[in-house]
């Protein structure tokens, strides 16, 4: 029976498990969990408040082009990918609230191709993704043919993409429940959530198997929430003036 806003969860044995996302995982004091993987060769964390002007933006753009930055070598994509897709999370980073939006803002289906934004504040990264590569595989192989800088109604700059460094985040370890009916945003989700400790948290991530991105819709430290998933919708078109 399902239950709405209610965990049912079964415990099972876990030996091994893998799921690939995008950036590195961090606890809200700053340090990696133990279960979190890296991400390859691109930004992770959270949107740079730093870059709030025109000025500071055009320097970040000559950084990329310098190649001292680099975007990202995979972007975590989900199994049915469309266009106008919103994924939201707010995730608090060394007690800042973040929120991390992505779009997928068209899908050239013959060409199995994504066209990807992350929403950094005053400017957009954008990722031209092949939709060939296996999940299990995106992290360590990658799967961005091209990464993209602009901001909104700017036609994207292109940039140099980064090599990808890991296997991608793993819950090897961890204890594994399965959980269903758990509504967010009108929305429900299944999946798996993975507990494990690190020094004396307690950490939990709630998976959703029909999730976006990244997948996780909720996350807690010895109880308090620090990543939740906060949109959700299929209506939202990109923001950059692609030249499809």
Known sequence: MKMKLALICAAVALT???????GS????????????????????????????DEDSYLKLVDEYK???????AYVPMHDVVAGWQRWEVT????????????????VLTRQFTAF?????????????????VPRAEQAL????RRAFIGREGWEPREISVGKPSSNGKNYAGARAEDFEGLTMHKREFYGTCYTWTEGAI???????GNGWFEKVIKR?????VTAELTGINGETKGRLDWKW
């Open 16 to 22: 091994a498990a893998a799921c690939a996302t995008e």
């Open 25 to 52: 995982s961090t606890t809200s004091s700053g340090k990696d969990p133990a279960c979190a993987g890296k991400s390859g060769g691109g930004e992770s964390g959270a949107p740079d408040a730093d870059i709030n």
């Open 116 to 132: 990807v934004e992350r929403d950094m504040g005053y400017y957009h990264l954008g990722y031209e993704v092949d939709l060939k």
């Open 141 to 144: 192989k990658g799967n961005v």
């Open 91 to 106: 995730k608090t980073i060394q007690g800042k609230k973040v929120v991390e939006k992505w779009t997928v803002a068209k």
């Open 220 to 224: 807690t430290e010895n109880g308090a």
């Open 202 to 208: 307690e950490i939990r991530e709630w998976v959703a």
């Open 66 to 72: 310098s190649g001292k930055r680099q975007g990202e």
